[in-house]
């Protein structure tokens, strides 16, 4: 069965951080373009950042430009979103998804498989 699996959500205050893991299972990463999306109570699912097949692209929404980062450890198929000096609205779902070919893009129909989401708060 083919899927990816987020991991690493949870409850911080802000300033904190958190890493969010995406991991697959059933095929291999290495062929894929990755996106991370978000989506917020009653907002559309946008993206945040999105990392190239051979990790030489990444590419950050201005939201968290300065503030994510991205990375891929295709040994352990999984890609990692590092987030510093969280936010408030920074609180959302966070999915994964992964893109069959080269360049990074948010729209979102070019992505064949999603992650469940994890869960990210950040409040006091």
């Known amino acids: 069965q083919l899927q990816l699996v987020e991991s690493g959500g949870g409850l911080v205050q802000p300033g904190g951080s958190l890493r969010l893991s995406c991991t697959a299972s059933?095929?291999?990463?290495?062929?894929?373009?990755i996106g991370w999306f978000r989506q917020a109570p009653g907002k559309e699912r946008e993206g945040v950042s999105c990392?190239?097949?051979?990790?030489?692209?990444?590419n950050y929404a201005d939201s968290v430009k300065g503030r994510f980062t991205i990375s891929r450890d295709n040994a352990k198929n999984t890609v990692y979103l590092q987030m510093n000096s969280l936010k408030p609205e920074d609180t959302a779902v966070y999915y994964c998804?992964?893109?069959?070919?080269?360049?990074?893009?948010?729209?979102?129909?070019?992505?064949?498989?999603w992650g469940q989401g994890t869960q990210v708060t950040v409040s006091s």
């Open positions: 990392i190239s097949r051979g990790a030489d692209s990444t």
């Open positions: 059933g095929f291999t990463l290495d062929y894929y373009t």
């Open positions: 998804a992964a893109k069959r070919g080269p360049g990074c893009t948010y729209t979102r129909s070019f992505y064949n498989y």
